[in-house]
């Protein structure tokens, strides 16, 4: 994809665009208080033309896209200009212009998300519409007891229940800063920087190239959040650099593939998730990200051991002496993601700014360090490139996560307004008999074939909005649950039939999918595991408040992992591996008889 569309009008105009888009998100974290229907439907106005016009596939998909783009725009901009007056009408249209307005902004909100992400998200919320609807006529108690038009449709679009509600939100305040930040770095010497640390520190050991893309991917996703922009980024990279070294192709795919998706449950970005987790559970962010490092490294741990089993089978060698980077520009080059990282967690741990405020001082020394390169020169043309990257690549990511979440925030509002989340909530207690493990089962079901349709984010929101209440009335903590769901949300990424990561690693590679995905399988065992060892050990969670607790909780979880990897992966004789099998699962579930 082109960084910038082709002529000089139409660069000028995207450009100026996406610097407004990034100066906008920036000036509100430093320009204090702004009401909510003043800065989400503008937030919604900036991202409908990345969203709906630039990349248009056709002329019709472009003039299409630009009449609802202006329609959008419009009507956002008309709820930011009359926020004062709606605010006094508590979510009740007043005539039949209020209501086309509600219409067309609901449409809109529906068609932006169909063309980035696809049919099954936008169908999803569209059947929520017309539940809300027409519920009433249903029978029994799945049916509800109608709202008003003017009410209905009020509540959704100028009032904060629907596609102005906190999820919006979210994505205005903190989503949109830390996307913003992982643009800019990728922008300049981190993307080189990750690939160098990776491998200087795992090059030479067995099997090196592969744990060279284990290690890069948790880097790199670390900041992107993205598990497709992760494979494509490292993996251009890692998987020619497998190949050369003769290891299996479905191999290389799989690797790539797993490790590309830990970085969606590596903080401190986690595909926006951690942030939707601030909203939904009050939890403070570095909070959460205590809570979810240290089963990240759990994840990424049993990568690593599925690797080595491996590279015994095969014989994999490191990489070659003459590929790896000179000790200078390992130094070197790793300052330019140390130094905004180093800023980023002194902003949150050392002075106890906001995040959002913390990520906007990283982006100025990430900004700052975009004026040289690892030779310490700085030339204009590369600046000038880096800059127009990371603007360009920022405004893309924004108003992909925000069409994401203005669409679920629909499906959240619905809830709400009807009640539907209140008694799926009372199905799932009931037909899990009101026991927590049987309600976790169907939970996980509901997690994989949802995530299968929609991106991790809407997802996790989803689910977590209809199961999450049934499983803290089971017991569980908010924060347990919701990484619960969270990760369960992921599985999609490496499981068929729909598995991104693993199509795009096949694709890039040239290796059937359906092996890569077995691979990826067998490899990405901790992604099945560890959601179940987080709910029999809850102090894998408390590594802030109970740190040595948690520390002996993942010597038991992970010595477990390394079993059952070892098992699935190794040649041992059957029966062995299945006593390894069983003794593995045994210290994952310690946590519930010890």
Known sequence: MEILPKGRFAAAFWLSLAVALVGYHLAL????????????????????????????????HWLSGIVLAALGVAAALWIALNNDRLGDQYGFLEGNFQIAV??????????????????????????????????????????????????????????????????????????????????????????????????????????????????SSALFGSISGSASANVASTGAITL???????????????????????GQIMPPLMGAGAFVMVELTGVPYTQIMAAAILPAFLYFMAVWVGI??????????????????????????????????????????????????????????????????????????QIIERLIMAVMTAARQVSLIASIILCASIIIGVLSITGLGVKITSLILEGSGGLLWPSLLLTALACLLLGMEVPTTAAYVICVSVAGPALTQLGLEPLQAHLFVFWFALLSTITPPVCGAVFIAAGMIGENWLKVALTAMALGVGLYIIPLGMIANPDLLRLAESPLAAIIAVIRVGIGLILISNAIIGTAHPVLRLVMVAAGLLLVFSGIWI
């Open 29 to 60: 974290i430093f320009s204090g208080l702004v009401p909510n229907l003043v800065s989400r439907p503008l937030h919604m106005a900036f991202i409908l033309p990345f969203a709906l016009v630039l990349g248009a596939r056709s002329r019709a």
């Open 102 to 215: 509600a219409v067309v902004l609901l449409l809109v909100t529906l068609e932006t998300a169909r063309r980035t992400i696809g049919w099954p998200l936008p169908l999803v919320a569209l059947a929520a519409l017309l539940y809300g609807l027409y519920g009433q006529h249903i029978p029994g108690q799945f049916g509800h007891s109608g709202t008003p038009l003017e009410s209905y449709l009020g509540t959704l679009t100028i009032a904060e229940g629907g596609i102005w509600g906190s999820l919006t939100g979210v994505s205005v305040g903190v989503v949109s800063i830390f996307v913003i930040f992982g643009a800019v770095l990728n922008a300049g010497e981190a993307g080189q920087g990750f690939m160098n640390v990776a491998t200087a520190a795992a090059g030479r050991l067995k099997g090196g190239a592969a744990k060279v893309s284990v290690i």
């Open 240 to 262: 020619p650099a497998m190949t050369r070294l003769g290891y299996p192709k479905r191999l290389s795919a799989a690797v790539e593939a797993v490790a590309s998706s830990g």
């Open 308 to 381: 080595n089993a491996y590279a015994q089978r095969y014989d994999l060698s490191g990489v070659a002496a003459e590929d790896h980077p000179a000790l200078r520009d390992v130094i070197v080059t790793s300052m330019f993601f140390l130094v905004p990282f180093a800023v980023l967690l002194w902003g949150m741990f050392g002075t106890r700014f906001t995040p959002e405020y913390s990520a906007a001082m990283a982006i100025l020394s990430g900004f700052l360090l975009l004026f040289i390169n690892g030779n310490f020169e700085s030339r204009s043309s």
